[in-house]
């Protein structure tokens, strides 16, 4: 009983230094936000219409559509993003289309199968972008970074271009206002592409190295942290208090356990703040930096056998084994997290799965 009562008035302590800060959102339907608010706005839903104005804007769903203001940054993960609106610190996200045109300024990080900067988009900022095909339509001030299958670009960009492309085309109306940068592309531009570059052009392929080595040369490097995480992994999953991990969890219990872990993620760094001004807290802050490490480890695990376990179910394989579970979910998780700061935001989202299932065992509080 102590313990719980100690956890708890840390866990509102953590919660009261930051939240605050933050507009939190759950809805299972289509939420139509128009209000303003100083703090961050938080989403966990399947859609989202925003046409209000926030700081930051934080959302994991299916369908995100974002006509408002962001002073600062949107950041998230959705089967459909569509940008409308005014950010001013740059989009992060990744889902399976990006549509986007608003106006971004900033540094923005897509990923996306389909990623559009629209005829009405205007991009003041750089731009890291990673998808199968690439639209350049809208205008866009600053360097571009892109890797596709396919990149068009049918409008003017202000800065150098690099490249990753199978097939890089600048068709009329294209224009690049700096140098251009093509890596392992299958063919070289046309003369008229070419003249649609008013700095230099250069092709890089270096000898002995392809695109398809250089990844491989990443997956190499990441293998060793992958396998000794799974070998930990398994070794945590072997304490009989996990047999609860063996429960198939649904898509709503997930999201919810997803929504309360997120809680203490925001306002752990806070808290580690707060203590160290507090100078008497300090043996606190030092406690909580050097937990940070072993709770990441010990949240992302039990993350991912959750999603493994729904992912069985979802393929109606016959097994309700936590070890299989966990292999199949880090097994996904390890392939996708390659992706550039995709990876970043599958951890955050795996781990709040973990954290949010710690606070409802800890307090014994049915998931809705």
């Known amino acids: 009983m102590k313990l719980k009562s100690l956890s708890l008035i840390f866990i509102l302590l953590l919660w009261g230094l930051n939240l605050s800060a933050v507009e939190l959102k759950l809805d299972k339907d289509i939420l139509t936000e128009t209000g303003r608010y100083e703090e961050d706005y938080l989403f966990l839903g399947n859609d989202l219409k925003f046409l209000g104005e926030t700081k930051d804007l934080f959302f994991l769903g299916e369908n995100i559509d974002f006509s408002g203001i962001a002073k600062l940054a949107i950041t998230g993960l959705a089967r459909e993003i569509n940008v409308d609106g005014n950010v001013n610190n740059g989009v992060k996200a990744a889902g399976g289309t990006i549509d986007i045109n608003g106006n971004v300024n900033g540094t923005s990080f897509l990923a996306a199968e389909k990623v559009t900067l629209g005829k009405e988009s205007r991009i003041n900022g750089e731009s890291f972008i990673a998808g199968g095909k690439i639209f350049v339509l809208g205008k866009h001030k600053g360097n571009l970074y892109a890797a596709a299958a396919e990149i068009t670009i049918l409008n003017e960009i202000q800065g150098d271009v690099k490249a990753h492309s199978g097939l890089l085309k600048i068709p009329d109306g294209g224009l690049i206002a700096g140098n251009l940068t093509v890596y392992h592309s299958d063919q070289k531009l046309s003369p008229e592409e070419a003249s649609r570059v008013t700095g230099e052009i250069s092709y890089e392929s270096p000898e002995g190295e392809s695109l398809d080595d250089s990844f491989g040369g990443m997956i190499w490097l990441e293998i060793p942290f992958k396998a000794t995480f799974i070998v930990f992994g398994l070794l945590l999953l072997l304490f009989p208090v996990n047999r ?63 999603i493994g376990g729904y992912l069985v179910k979802a393929f109606n394989f016959k097994t309700t084994s936590r070890y299989l579970y966990f292999l199949l979910g880090g097994v996904i998780y390890s392939l996708i997290s390659l992706i550039p700061y995709f990876g970043y935001l ?12 710690i606070l409802f065992a800890l307090f014994k509080k049915e998931s809705t």
């Open 244 to 306: 609860f991990l063996e429960k198939q969890y649904t898509q709503k219990e997930i999201q919810s356990y997803a929504l309360w872990g997120l809680l203490p993620i925001f306002v752990y760094p806070s808290a580690i703040v707060f203590s160290i001004l507090l100078l008497i807290t300090l043996p606190v802050a030092a406690s909580m930096l050097l937990a940070f490490m072993p709770l990441v480890f010990v949240t992302k695990t039990l993350g991912i056998t959750m």
């Open 346 to 357: 599958l951890l955050v989202f795996v781990s709040s799965i973990g954290c949010g299932l």
